[in-house]
């Protein structure tokens, strides 16, 4: 059975930064396209990062283009979103996805319905 495990998840004052972590773990294969969604309080699950199986193609949504910043290892199935700049409306419970092509289905609001989720990490910005 796969299942994805987030970490990182913290609370931290605006402009600050945190790295998140999601790995893969029972996959016999390497994952196609792996990506970061997060839900705010009241507002619906937003695609916000994708990444391709190498890891060279990335897809990020304009509400974090700039400051945050998705990677993984060629044929690894771990994937990391490194935040900067952290603004209170980032507030959100972060969610790993994994699933096939396209990959640019992980930005947005239409995510592929066969994707694998994790159980989330929750990302509080608050002085």
């Known amino acids: 059975q796969v299942q994805l495990v987030e970490s990182g998840g913290d609370t931290v004052q605006p402009g600050g930064s945190l790295r998140l972590s999601c790995a893969g773990v029972g996959y016999t294969d390497t994952i196609p396209c792996m990506g970061w969604f997060r839900r705010a309080p009241g507002k619906e699950r937003e695609g916000i990062a994708g990444i391709s199986r190498g890891g060279t193609d990335t897809w990020y949504g304009d509400s974090v283009k700039g400051r945050f910043t998705i990677s993984r290892s060629n044929g690894e199935n771990t994937a990391y979103l490194q935040m900067n700049n952290l603004k209170p409306e980032d507030t959100a419970m972060y969610y790993c996805?994994?699933?096939?092509?396209?990959?640019?289905?992980?930005?947005?609001?239409?995510?592929?319905?066969?994707?694998?989720w994790g159980e989330g990490t929750q990302v509080t910005v608050s002085s």
């Open positions: 996805s994994a699933g096939e092509l396209p990959c640019s289905r992980m930005v947005g609001f239409n995510p592929n319905p066969r994707n694998t």
